[in-house]
C-alpha cells in the first residue's frame, strides 16, 4: 500500500495539546477509542504491541512546563527514583501480537499477567 504520510509540522500540530505525563495516557486512549469507532470493520484495526525497558539516567528534575518533579517510580506500591522505563508501542487496534526481548523487567510483565516467557516456552494468545 502507498499511503501518503503527513508532514512532522502537520503531526507537530496535531500533538502539541497532548499533554504527555508518566503511568497511563487517559488522553491517548481516548484518542484511540473515536479513532477506534471511524475504522472500517474488517480493515485497519489489527495491531501489535512491543515492549521494551530502556535504562534511564537516575534524577528527580522539576518540569516547569507541568509544574511537577518527573523521576519517581510510578508503580503502584513502589517508591523511589526510577532507573528504568517501561516503553509500549502499539500499533492497530485489535491485539494480534504482543512481543518483547526478554530482559528481566520484561519477564517480570510476562509473569504479571501469568505466561511462561523463556527460550523454549510457547504462549498461545491471551483472551
Same mark, same amino acid.
Given at each position: 500500500?502507498?499511503?501518503?504520510?503527513?508532514?512532522?509540522?502537520?503531526?507537530?500540530?496535531?500533538?502539541?495539546?497532548?499533554?504527555?505525563?508518566?503511568?497511563?495516557?487517559?488522553?491517548?486512549?481516548?484518542?484511540?477509542?473515536?479513532?477506534?469507532?471511524?475504522?472500517?470493520? #474488517?480493515? +485497519?484495526?489489527?495491531?501489535?504491541?512491543?515492549?521494551?525497558?530502556?535504562?534511564? *539516567? $537516575? /534524577?528527580?528534575?522539576?518540569?516547569?512546563?507541568?509544574?511537577?518533579?518527573?523521576?519517581?517510580?510510578?508503580?503502584?506500591?513502589?517508591?523511589?527514583?526510577?532507573?528504568?522505563?517501561?516503553?509500549?508501542?502499539?500499533?492497530?487496534?485489535?491485539?494480534?501480537?504482543?512481543?518483547? #526481548?526478554? +530482559?528481566?523487567?520484561?519477564?517480570?510483565?510476562?509473569?504479571?499477567?501469568?505466561? *511462561? $516467557? /523463556?527460550?523454549?516456552?510457547?504462549?498461545?494468545?491471551?483472551?
Amino acid at each position: 500500500m502507498k499511503l501518503p504520510l503527513p508532514a512532522i509540522r502537520t503531526l507537530n500540530f496535531h500533538l502539541q495539546n497532548l499533554v504527555f505525563k508518566s503511568g497511563v495516557l487517559d488522553e491517548i486512549i481516548g484518542f484511540l477509542k473515536i479513532t477506534c469507532e471511524s475504522l472500517n470493520q #474488517d480493515f +485497519g484495526r489489527d495491531c501489535m504491541v512491543a515492549f521494551d525497558e530502556i535504562y534511564i *539516567k $537516575a /534524577g528527580v528534575d522539576y518540569c516547569v512546563y507541568s509544574g511537577t518533579y518527573i523521576g519517581g517510580i510510578t508503580l503502584p506500591k513502589h517508591e523511589g527514583v526510577a532507573t528504568k522505563a517501561l516503553v509500549i508501542l502499539v500499533g492497530g487496534l485489535i491485539l494480534l501480537a504482543v512481543t518483547s #526481548d526478554m +530482559g528481566s523487567a520484561n519477564q517480570a510483565v510476562w509473569k504479571t499477567f501469568g505466561k *511462561k $516467557a /523463556g527460550r523454549k516456552c510457547q504462549t498461545k494468545m491471551m483472551s
